[in-house]
Structures are given as structure tokens and as C-alpha cells.
């Protein structure tokens, strides 16, 4: 096998790895709010329900402005502490979720928490987009923040 055919082969099986992963994500294209739209929505006082799934210690440091902090969904404790977060709420609210801690592909607590969601029977769940984390797609473009040293 030739260098060129090698890296055809590699590129390839990069690219199907990329395809399995979009195909393993639980919500629609249409379910996914980009960043400047939910900022926007914020600073018009239309912002829908925000719920951070993210570790402690990151909300604590710096979140998006009125979101409930409903703990991380990775494991079956944070899965218990979304319900409690959720239940007094409307089915046919208005939900968005971010996480943030690390690339969303790789996110340990976005996909569980969406699915819980929906199994709850909430009808409108939508996930923010934050392809890199949230300092980088969501704090480092100065869009509502509150936490540790918020100066928006």
C-alpha cells in the first residue's frame, strides 16, 4: 500500500467517525441554539428557561446570567438533581441546556441530560451550541455571564 491509498484509508475512517458521532446526538438540528442568538434573546428580556448541567465548580466560576444550575447529568445523582431542578416547571415550557465544561462532542453531561428531558415529557428542549467550551464560545465574547469576576 502506497502513501497516498494510507491516507486516503485515514481519512476515510475519520470522516465516518465524524458521521457516527452527529448520528449518536439525541436532538434535531432545529433543537440547536447558536450562542449570539440566545445572548440576544437575553438582552431583550425574551431569554427562555436556562439550565446548566455543568460541574459545580464551573457554574459557580461563571455561567450564563439567570440560568438554574441543575447540576451534571453524568451520573445518576445529577440525573435526580435535573429532576428535582424540572419539576415544578411546564412540559411545554420554553427549556434551553448547556453544559460547557469541555468540546460538546465529548460532553459527559449534555446528551444524558436532554434524553431525561424528554423522557420527563418536556416538549421544548433545546441545547446551546458551544462547539469549544463556554469560556470560548459564550464568555470570551462577552454575552451574558454571572459568577466569579462577571463584569457583563
Not at 118 to 145: A, C, I, M
Amino acid at each position: 500500500m502506497n502513501h497516498k491509498q494510507t491516507l486516503a484509508i485515514l481519512g476515510l475512517a475519520c470522516w465516518s467517525c465524524f458521521g457516527q458521532e452527529a448520528a449518536s446526538d439525541p436532538w434535531a438540528a432545529g433543537e440547536l441554539l447558536q450562542p449570539a442568538e440566545l445572548a440576544q434573546a437575553i438582552r431583550s428580556g425574551k431569554a427562555p428557561l436556562l439550565l446548566s448541567v455543568a460541574f459545580p465548580v464551573l457554574y459557580k466560576g461563571k455561567h450564563i446570567v439567570h440560568a438554574i444550575n441543575a447540576g451534571p447529568t453524568s451520573k445518576p445523582e445529577g440525573i435526580e438533581a435535573l429532576k428535582t431542578a424540572v419539576a415544578k416547571l411546564p412540559k411545554d415550557g420554553d427549556l434551553v441546556i448547556y453544559c460547557g465544561c469541555c468540546p460538546m462532542v465529548k460532553c459527559p453531561n449534555i446528551r444524558p441530560a436532554y434524553r431525561t428531558l424528554k423522557e420527563l415529557g418536556f416538549t421544548h428542549v433545546r441545547v446551546l451550541s458551544l462547539p469549544t467550551n463556554l469560556h470560548t464560545d459564550w464568555v470570551s465574547k462577552d454575552y451574558p455571564s454571572d459568577g466569579a469576576g462577571a463584569s457583563n
